[in-house]
């Protein structure tokens, strides 16, 4: 079958296998080897991209289910060599460290904070649970969201206050 889909602001169409799942598509065809694979019973999380803004697992997504979709994955999250504010909060935060949950935990966390942009421990735990980690033990991945939820509310203040200023 023939899929349109933009994956990470580039659009691609292919001739795919209806079988084929949108992770495989998204590696082995596209290369966005970011996007990783740790379990067949879609319970790691490990292949978490965006489709159509919202977090999924794209072991548990056909490729052809994302025809006329938009993707983001971890590669498309990064502005002109400027980390997402999630990534950086992830590496100011020690939240990863063999670092193949990380791109799936980015990805929940991002949908995660647009839900919920102040959430609080157990809210974070709570959203992210659908993604296992066998290193950090959660504990500064947790600290990573809130971080990351902390400085888009002061950043969002600080947009107000210069609007509010500017009228002045
Ligand atoms: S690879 Fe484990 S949930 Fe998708
Ligand atoms: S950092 Fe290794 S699995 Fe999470």
């Known amino acids: 079958m ?24 998204l590696r082995d065809r596209l290369g966005k080897v970011g996007t990783v694979v740790g379990c067949d019973t879609s319970n790691c999380g490990a292949c978490t991209v965006h489709l159509d803004g919202r977090s999924v697992k794209s072991c548990s997504v056909l490729a052809v289910q994302a025809d006329g979709a938009e993707v983001t994955t971890v590669e498309g999250l990064s502005r002109d060599g400027v980390l997402h504010p999630v990534q950086q909060a992830f590496h100011d935060n020690h939240a990863l460290q063999c670092g193949y949950c ?67």
């Not at 609080?120 to 500064?140: A, F, I, K, M, P």
């Open 2 to 25: 023939r899929i349109t889909v933009t994956v990470d602001g580039m659009t691609y169409t292919d001739e795919v296998e209806p079988r084929l799942l949108l992770v495989h598509y």
């Open 102 to 168: 990380t791109p799936g935990m980015i990805m929940s966390t991002i949908d995660l904070l647009e839900e919920n942009p102040d959430p609080d421990e157990h809210e974070v735990r709570l959203g992210l649970e659908g993604n296992l980690c066998r290193c950090t033990g959660y504990q500064n991945i947790v600290r990573a969201a809130l971080d990351a939820a902390q400085k888009a509310r002061a950043a969002e203040l600080q947009t107000d206050n210069t609007t509010a200023g500017g009228g002045r």
